[in-house]
């Protein structure tokens, strides 16, 4: 089995900063790329920020230089710093990562179960 746990969600004045958390665990052998995602009601879900294996960053241009994306491979976690908070980043935030749990096994696509951020005065 593999889990994906965010954590650091919550509610946020405009211009306001979130750090948000997600660490992979369980049956792990390596992981490529991992992202971070969000859904606000209405709305379909949509890229926020994708960090591969070697570090390469790409992000959505509505958080271009306002968010960043970064991972800690020795913990299998990936970070998303969020500054200047706007009420449009109101969301939940689901991580993402492709995962190979075995040596022999294709890679695999896991969610975790989503973090609440509100960005509201």
């Known amino acids: 089995q593999v889990q994906l746990v965010e954590s650091g969600g919550g509610l946020v004045q405009p211009g306001g900063s979130l750090r948000l958390s997600c660490a992979a665990s369980?049956?792990?052998?390596?992981?490529?790329?991992m992202g971070w995602y969000r859904q606000a009601p209405g709305n379909q879900r949509e890229l926020v920020a994708l960090i591969t294996s070697g570090g390469s960053t790409n992000y959505a241009d509505s958080v271009k230089g306002r968010f960043t994306i970064s991972r800690d491979n020795a913990n299998n976690t990936v970070y998303l710093q969020m500054n200047s908070l706007k009420p449009e980043d109101t969301a939940v935030y689901y991580c993402n990562a492709k995962i190979r749990r075995l040596y022999y096994s294709k890679e695999a696509y896991y969610w975790g179960q989503g973090t609440q951020v509100t960005v509201s005065s």
């Open positions: 369980g049956s792990i052998f390596s992981i490529n790329a």
